[in-house]
């Protein structure tokens, strides 16, 4: 494989995925993403995830680093999230929103300190809105992107990966991280993950190291029988797990894509998008995210775009999202639809580039996640 683009950013694990056989990239916050290796199925992927363990390169999920005096009020009026409830040596998935109450991005942040904080930011320029946002803010802060890539390692067999690399460090409940190192390697570990199943994120603070860390993976996983793949979309589906551009953006809300638990609208302190989430809770939406199961012989168009969603034959939205899943044997995905066809149960239609389908409006997550 050859001809890559000098102005596209590479992850310090690139040349890792290359040697492990990808020869597919996908591209997301100016980065290549790895998203195929060589004669792997990616059938055969998602068991290895489902059964085993997987290591990632999701580098292109960088960070926004916040710091400065005033680095928790800063952040604290970014999210719809109350950071009040997150002590330090914690995660939270924590939307990012805007004036209208639209979704700026949803992150994973990390508070590593009292006044230290990372936004771990899929596909979207959030550390321009950031960094907009602080130039008026009047706070003392400083936003920047550190040296910082991660590493994902999914699946039920993860921890004892984990344990390898790091014994008792490794010992997190769900959203827990921990600051230290793999001998001289500087690393932050989460138990994080963007799968159905147990998974930790390994972010890297030193690029220099990327090769390094990625072979220690690889020889901590050996045993358990550790592959190179990529972030799973049947996977993520089944678990609920939402995808930026995909399923929310600037035009989405939180009230309309299932996120009203992630919304703290009774605290004391304001955020960004605040007045318009209150009266789009107080008046309600007139749309909704939801789960869909299309019905039939499994699905093998590819998703390239989103597939209408009509009832009686008038339109009624849009399926965002539609695979199969072969854990549950069935066809599954989302579809973003007129608040009356958003009950569990509900009949619809979906419009597939192969025909039309019936598909039934379904309760999310298909699957829960591991605790």
């Known amino acids: 494989?050859?001809?890559?683009?000098?102005?596209?950013?590479?992850?310090?694990?690139?040349?890792?995925?290359v040697r492990a056989g990808c020869n597919r990239f996908s591209f997301a916050n100016h980065m290549y993403q790895p998203a195929g290796y060589g004669?792997?199925?990616?059938?055969?992927?998602?068991?290895?995830?489902?059964?085993?363990?997987?290591?990632?390169?999701?580098?292109?999920?960088?960070?926004?680093?916040?710091?400065?005096?005033?680095?928790?009020?800063?952040?604290?009026?970014l999210t719809s999230r109350d950071l009040h409830k997150c002590p330090v040596g914690h995660c939270r998935y924590a939307p990012v929103t805007a004036a209208d109450g639209?979704?700026?991005?949803?992150?994973?942040?990390?508070?590593?300190?009292?006044?230290?904080?990372?936004?771990?930011?899929?596909?979207?320029?959030?550390l321009l809105w950031a960094s907009g946002v602080a130039v008026n803010a009047g706070l003392d802060?400083?936003?920047?992107?550190?040296?910082?890539?991660?590493?994902?390692?999914?699946?039920?067999?993860?921890?004892?990966?984990?344990?390898?690399?790091?014994?008792?460090?490794?010992?997190l409940a769900p959203y827990q991280l921990v600051q230290t190192d793999l001998d001289r390697i500087p690393v932050v570990l989460s138990r994080t993950g963007w799968s159905a199943e147990i998974g930790y994120e390994i972010f890297l603070r030193d690029s220099r190291d990327g090769d390094e860390l990625w072979e220690r993976v690889l020889a901590a996983g050996a045993p358990s029988g550790i592959v190179v793949t990529g972030p799973s979309d049947a996977n993520r589906v089944e678990a609920g797990i939402l995808g930026y551009r995909s399923d929310i953006d600037l035009s989405t809300n939180p009230f309309e894509v299932g996120m009203e638990r992630l919304v703290d609208l009774d605290t004391a302190d304001d955020f960004i998008g605040k007045a318009a989430l209150t009266r789009i809770r107080?008046?309600?939406?007139?749309?909704?995210?939801?789960?869909?199961e299309i019905l039939g012989?499994?699905?093998?168009?590819?998703?390239?775009?989103?597939?209408?969603?009509?009832?009686?034959?008038r339109p009624i939205g849009e399926a965002t999202v539609a695979l199969h899943s072969p854990r549950?044997?069935?066809?599954?995905?989302?579809?973003?639809?007129?608040i009356g066809h958003a009950r569990p149960g509900t009949v619809i239609d979906v419009r597939t580039p192969s025909g039309e389908r019936r598909a039934v409006v379904a309760e999310l997550p298909f699957i829960r996640r591991p605790t």
């Not at 068991?47 to 604290?76: K, M």
């Not at 639209?102 to 959030?126: E, K, M, T």
């Not at 012989?297 to 034959?313: H, K, M, S």
């Open 141 to 171: 802060v400083r936003v920047c992107e550190p040296d910082v890539s991660p590493v994902q390692i999914q699946g039920p067999r993860s921890p004892e990966v984990i344990r390898a690399l790091f014994g008792n460090a490794g010992e």
């Open 1 to 17: 494989m050859s001809g890559y683009d000098y102005w596209i950013r590479k992850s310090p694990f690139f040349e890792a995925t």
């Open 297 to 313: 012989e499994e699905l093998t168009d590819p998703f390239l775009e989103r597939w209408p969603v009509t009832a009686g034959g």
């Open 39 to 77: 004669d792997l199925d990616p059938l055969e992927a998602y068991w290895h995830l489902v059964n085993g363990v997987t290591l990632w390169d999701v580098g292109t999920e960088r960070q926004v680093e916040i710091t400065g005096p005033d680095a928790f009020a800063f952040t604290n009026m």
């Open 102 to 126: 639209g979704i700026v991005n949803d992150p994973v942040l990390l508070r590593l300190a009292d006044d230290h904080f990372w936004l771990s930011c899929s596909d979207s320029d959030l």
């Open 282 to 292: 107080d008046e309600g939406v007139s749309r909704s995210l939801v789960g869909i």
């Open 328 to 338: 549950l044997v069935r066809n599954i995905g989302y579809a973003m639809v007129g």
